[in-house]
T-cell receptor, first 114, second 113 residues
Framework: GENVEQHPSTLSVQEGDSAVIKCTYS??????FPWYKQELGKRPQLIIDIRSNVGEKKDQRIAVTLNKTAKHFSLHITETQPEDSAVYFC?????????????FGTGTQLKVEL | DSGVTQTPKHLITATGQRVTLRCSPRSGDLSVYWYQQSLDQGLQFLIQYYNGEERAKGNILERFSAQQFPDLHSELNLSSLELGDSALYFC????????????FGSGTRLTVV
């Protein structure tokens, strides 16, 4: 089955700096890559996703890049703010009719310091 | 409110007991997924149901079982509970065609004492 590795496990940045989280996946058939943000004690929330027919996607301060050949994708957060502090999870799946099972990375604890 | 409803929010029970966690998916979603999140752990996939049928199974213990009912709500049954079963249990749902990622409920925090 699919295996997703995520690095780093913890990341500390100064407010206003950029943060980058990287993930690799094992199944070349995977075609959907969402990122989730989870604040302490709360549910994971989808913040951005990308499909395999696109190399990059941006939404305000957040961007995701995908390299299908290398089987890795990354989350980029620019101009970080204290409210960006949370655990971020990458995931991969194969979209099919009937739903899709997401395989998650192990998470990155991002801390944005003042 | 994500539209995925999980009850109860908190549950405290003793070792050896059995509990049932309930999940109602977003309106129109046919797939339901259960995940376990232990302290400092990631999201471990347990099981998926699609329109009443089991679709995929992950690292779900034999002491755990689930089902999805005709009205599409799902229940996760945990029996012979052990201290190590203490965790956040999340339910998520997705649209049939899988065009989008899925939406998580707020979770049930299970504490086994």
């Amino acid at each position: 089955g699919e295996n997703v590795e995520q690095h780093p496990s913890t990341l500390s940045v100064q407010e206003g700096d950029s943060a980058v989280i990287k993930c690799t996946y094992s199944d070349s058939a995977s075609n959907y890559f969402p990122w989730y943000k989870q604040e302490l004690g709360k549910r994971p929330q989808l913040i951005i996703d990308i499909r395999s027919n696109v190399g990059e996607k941006k939404d305000q301060r957040i961007a995701v890049t995908l390299n299908k050949t290398a089987k890795h994708f990354s989350l980029h957060i620019t101009e970080t703010q204290p409210e960006d502090s949370a655990v971020y999870f990458c995931a991969a799946s194969i979209l099919t009719g009937g739903g899709n099972k997401l395989t998650f990375g192990t998470g990155t604890q991002l801390k944005v310091e003042l | 409110d994500s539209g995925v409803t999980q009850t109860p929010k908190h549950l405290i029970t003793a070792t050896g007991q059995r509990v049932t966690l309930r999940c109602s998916p977003r309106s129109g979603d046919l797939s339901v997924y259960w995940y376990q999140q232990s302290l400092d752990q990631g999201l471990q996939f347990l099981i998926q149901y699609y329109n009443g049928e089991e679709r995929a199974k992950g690292n779900i213990l034999e002491r755990f079982s689930a089902q999805q009912f005709p009205d599409l709500h799902s229940e996760l049954n945990l029996s012979s509970l052990e201290l190590g079963d203490s965790a956040l249990y999340f339910c998520a749902s997705s649209v049939e065609t899988g065009l989008y990622g899925y939406t998580f409920g707020s979770g049930t925090r299970l504490t086994v004492v």
